[in-house]
């Protein structure tokens, strides 16, 4: 967005928001990362499980490519 103030021409540069979800591997937390996802926000997955993270990234992201 640009803005005229006091006559010199500025603009704000883009903010992008990231949502952070806790124990998003599993259960709540992969539910909530997939609605937060389905609704359009960038979202961080963090879980102590990399093997089931890995996976509901790519479970929370094949849908998301197909639309």
Do not use: W
């Amino acid at each position: 967005r640009c803005a005229d103030v006091t006559g010199v021409q500025t603009c704000a540069l883009p903010i992008f928001h990231f949502s952070v979800v806790t124990g998003s591997s599993e259960g709540i937390g992969k539910a909530y990362a997939e609605e937060l996802a389905q609704r359009g926000l960038n979202i961080v997955l963090i879980s102590n499980d990399v093997k089931n993270l890995q996976q509901a990234a790519i479970d929370i992201s094949m849908p998301l490519q197909l639309l």
